[in-house]
């Protein structure tokens, strides 16, 4: 687990860091990332819709922090190797301290063998600091249906 959470925040570092250099706004360095932290959801099961399969299970969200973003990560995985299915996520999120709520979506296809991951990045100013509580919503959809998942929630700590 600790092994993801460093894999993580290195990706983050590396991908913010070859884009600020990209677009020349900022010199950034290592230390300007927070280490990644897991955090559970709970009630997060659903169907496939490939119907004979995993059942849809993201269970955890992994938050990083870097220049000024916040970053989410929902993963979740799939046994149809080459097929897979499109999920369309939505992410409601509430700081608890500010009182300040919004919503963060994402598409993405999961192809096994890999694990699909909704990506979600917001300011952290705009997020605010504190504990954030997010429900994660998702429809999953296959070429010849879609499902929708159950809701699931959680708290993550934005620091």
């Given at each position: 687990m600790a092994r993801t959470r460093s894999r993580f925040a290195s990706v983050v570092v590396a991908v913010a860091i070859a884009a600020a250099g990209t677009l020349g706004l900022a010199t950034a360095t290592a230390a300007d990332a927070?280490?990644?932290t897991e955090h559970r959801l709970t009630q997060c099961i659903g169907l496939s819709p490939n119907i004979v399969d995993i059942p849809f299970l993201?269970?955890?969200a992994i938050v990083a922090q870097y220049a000024g973003k916040t970053y989410i990560a929902v993963d979740f995985t799939s046994y149809?190797?080459?097929v897979g299915y499109r999920s369309d996520a939505r992410l409601d999120w509430h700081n608890l301290r500010t009182g300040k709520h919004g919503v963060l979506r994402s598409t993405t296809h999961i192809s096994p063998p890999y694990q699909g991951?909704?990506?979600f990045v917001i300011d952290t100013a705009a997020i605010g600091r504190?504990?954030?509580a997010i429900t994660l919503g998702a429809t999953n959809s296959n070429a010849l249906w879609s499902i929708p998942a159950i809701s699931c929630s959680g708290t993550i700590v934005v620091r």
């Open positions: 927070a280490a990644a993201p269970n955890r149809w190797i080459g991951v909704h990506n504190g504990n954030v």
